[in-house]
């Protein structure tokens, strides 16, 4: 499967954005999507994942409340939410997929099978 993240952007604390991905490939509503970011100097973190039918989700506890993942099976592309950004969110925001089923917040600190290309999201303050 082939993914390609767009929407990122320079905004303000406390502006939302609304990132996508969209996928190709294999049938995109049998995988796992996430989102994970990367801050210049720190390891990759999980942000959120939605299960294939959009039924589930996790979340980080760093974006709970804040953050919503979502997805459209018929466009093949899944999305990302992010509404009260504050400059800690600032970083390389990936779209990534995975077999299921979905898994707890933790497991995917091991990442995810597919991974594509990074957009950036700044957040000033």
């Known amino acids: 499967v082939q993914l390609q993240a767009s929407g990122g952007g320079l905004v303000q604390a406390g502006d939302s954005l609304r990132l996508s991905c969209a996928a190709s490939?294999?049938?995109?509503?049998?995988?796992?999507m996430g989102w994970f970011r990367q801050a210049p100097g720190k390891e990759r973190e999980f942000v959120a994942a939605i299960s294939g039918s959009a039924s589930a989700t996790a979340y980080a506890d760093s974006v709970k409340g804040r953050f919503s993942i979502s997805r459209d099976n018929a466009r093949n592309t899944v999305y990302l939410q992010m509404n009260s950004l504050k400059p800690e969110d600032t970083a390389v925001y990936y779209c990534?997929?995975?077999?299921?089923?979905?898994?707890?917040?933790?497991?995917?600190?091991?990442?995810?099978?597919?991974w594509g290309k990074g957009t950036q999201v700044t957040v000033s303050s």
């Open positions: 490939g294999r049938i995109f509503s049998v995988y796992v």
């Open positions: 990534a997929a995975d077999s299921p089923p979905i898994r707890s917040s933790s497991w995917y600190s091991r990442g995810m099978n597919y």
